[in-house]
Structures are given as C-alpha cells and as structure tokens.
C-alpha cells in the first residue's frame, strides 16, 4: 500500500473516530481528491461536509521558531525521533497547525461545509496515555486561534485528542468550546487493551 492510501485510510479513520465520539452515524465518508479538503461526509439531516483533516503534534511550535541545530541536540538529548510523540501537545502546537491551514486555497464542492478536524494524541503513534492529554485552556485557544479562524472559510473546527476522547470545538458564534474533557483513564484502558497481546 503507497503512503498516499495509507495517509488517506488515516484520515478518513479519523473522521470516522470524530463522528463516534460526537454520537453520529454518517452515510458515506469518502476521500476527496485535491484541490478539494480531505475527506467527504454526508450525514442523515441532509448536509455535506467536505473536511481537511491533520494532526497536531507535539513540539511543532518549538521546531518552526528553532534553529536547526538546537532541534537535533533536544532529539538527541530525548532519545531520537521519538521525543516528538511523548510530549503532550499545547496550544501553540494546535495555533501552528491552524495558521498552516487556514491560507489554503481549498476547492469546495458545491453545497458541502467546509470544516477543520485538528486529530491530536492519535493511536497510530502509540504514545503513552498519560502524556497524550492537551494541557491547553480554553481562554488560552481563543486569544491564540479565533481571529485567525473568523477570517478563514471554516465553519466548524474541531480538537480531536482521540486516545483521551476530549473534544473541542469552535464556531463563529460559540467561538472555542468544550464537548468532552479528555480522561486519562479511557486512555490508558485503551492503551492497555491495544498492547496486550491477542488470545487465540
């Protein structure tokens, strides 16, 4: 399998994941080709959505405003490579993500809502649960995000820290709001039942 499939298989399970934890079944969910965001969804009231879809990584602030050198004696000092997937993310690394976003010429489909899924504390990186909760404050994403997303044509954006199940969201009229609070505890069964080994 290519990392183009690979890629789209991620983001469409991601998807999938956000509509689970928000309580709704979707009827297709379905990978859009560029220009247009990433995945396509339509859902049983009538709407379709078109999402872009990307993950926020801890450490993403630090790199960009660091020099290269400094990068590579903290990989180093942590351990390799890894270091970036056992920190817990913060606000400034979702504010990184968005300003990469929110310039994008994106080709909309007719009649779709164009919406942003921010996936955060992903299990594809197998990061340990107790480092994977946002320690992030709502104030704190507002003053960092929101004017950048009312100038920007997304309609609904969404903080998916998938492994904690906590989700964000933010609107024009709501601005950033809490749907769940991440939970350490669902992390950790997750991580625990996704590392023992299958019974035969």
Excluded at 33 to 47: E, F, N, Q, T, Y
Excluded at 100 to 123: E, R
Excluded at 146 to 175: A, F, K, P
Aim: hydrophobic letters at 35%.
């Amino acid at each position: 399998m290519d990392q183009q499939t690979l890629q789209e298989n991620r983001e469409r399970e991601w998807v999938r994941r956000l509509f689970e934890q928000k309580g709704i079944d979707p009827l297709d969910v379905k990978s859009l080709k560029c220009p247009a965001p990433d995945v396509g969804v339509s859902l049983s009231d009538g709407r379709c959505l078109a999402i872009e879809v990307t993950e926020v990584l801890a450490g993403e602030y630090a790199r960009r405003n660091a020099r290269k050198k400094e990068i590579q004696q903290a990989q180093q000092a942590a351990g390799g490579i890894g270091w970036m997937f056992t920190r817990p993310a913060n606000a400034l690394d979702v504010a990184c993500r968005i300003e990469a976003k929110v310039g994008k010429d994106y080709h909309v489909p007719n009649g779709h809502q164009l919406h942003l899924l921010l996936a955060a504390g992903t299990f594809e990186h197998g990061a340990l649960p107790s480092t994977l909760l946002l320690y992030i404050s709502i104030p704190e994403l507002n003053q960092l995000t929101h004017s950048m997303l009312e100038r920007s044509r997304y309609q609904h954006v969404y903080l998916h820290l998938q492994l904690g199940r906590g989700l964000y969201e933010w609107n024009r009229g709501d601005r950033w709001h809490e749907i769940h609070s991440p939970c350490l505890r669902h992390a950790a069964e997750h991580h625990t039942a996704s590392a023992s080994p299958l019974s035969d």
